[in-house]
């Protein structure tokens, strides 16, 4: 069984903060693939990225980087300098490799004032 | 329009009643899901549909809830006798083939928000 944790419901913090998003996740494949998805309060769910578990390379975009341990299986998100414009809902999603299903975490509430 | 259009994006019905939802993918897009996210919780999975392969029907939560997709675009999900459990926001999404190839994420609708009164 596949389970994505996201432990943190709801984080607030002040602009130009840094914040971390944490991401654990479950199993049982050696192949898979780990996503983060935003949810702006308009509704419609972003793509941020994918990363597959071959892959454990950090990734930086801009203000966004990426720390995927697999000893760890965490896959945690954070956004430097943070902005207003960075409050949603973001969400941690896991996928086996090939089709199945995508299974999400609960998601975490970023509060940027 | 190039993203993928859901309608209505609010349906308020009465317990017992059947609604339909409606999702438009992006042309050209093979794969479509459907999601429903329930205050607090994350996303469900509800149905996958792959070009003409049988659909992956394997996330809906009885069989109140079916799904269909016409013609490899347009698809509708029925929820028959709607209870207020059934209450969230639907999503649906689309990608050109799954979301495990390297430029092919799925892209999001902005839901349909049922209420069951």
């Known amino acids: 069984a596949q389970k994505v944790t996201q432990a943190q419901t709801e984080i607030s913090v002040v602009e130009k903060e840094d914040v971390t998003l944490d991401c654990v996740y479950e199993t049982r494949d050696t192949t898979y693939y780990l996503f983060w998805y935003k949810q702006p309060p308009s509704g419609e769910l972003v793509f941020l990225i994918r990363?597959?578990?071959?892959?454990?390379q950090n990734e930086i975009s801009g203000r966004y980087s990426w720390n995927f341990q697999k000893s760890t299986s965490s896959f945690n998100f954070t956004i430097t300098a943070s902005q207003v414009v960075d409050s949603a809902v973001y969400f941690c999603?896991?996928?086996?490799?090939?089709?199945?299903?995508?299974?999400f975490g609960k998601g975490t509430m970023l509060l940027v004032s | 329009g190039a993203g993928v259009s859901q309608s209505p994006s609010n349906k308020v019905t009465e317990k017992g009643k059947d609604v339909e939802l409606r999702c438009d993918p992006i042309?050209?897009?093979?794969?479509l899901y459907w999601y429903r996210q329930s205050l607090g919780q994350g996303l469900e999975f509800l149905i996958y549909f792959q070009g003409n392969s049988a659909p992956d029907k394997s996330g809906l939560p009885s069989d109140r809830f079916s799904a269909e997709r016409t013609g490899g675009s347009v698809s509708t999900l029925t929820i028959q006798r709607t209870q207020q459990e059934d209450s969230a926001v639907y999503l649906c999404?689309?990608?050109?083939?799954?979301?495990?190839?390297?430029?092919?994420?799925?892209?999001f609708g902005n839901g349909t928000r049922l209420t069951v009164t």
């Open positions: 042309s050209g897009h093979t794969a």
């Open positions: 999603a896991l996928g086996p490799s090939g089709y199945s299903t995508l299974t």
């Open positions: 999404a689309s990608s050109y083939q799954n979301h495990f190839t390297r430029d092919s994420p799925l892209h």
């Open positions: 990363r597959n578990s071959f892959d454990e």
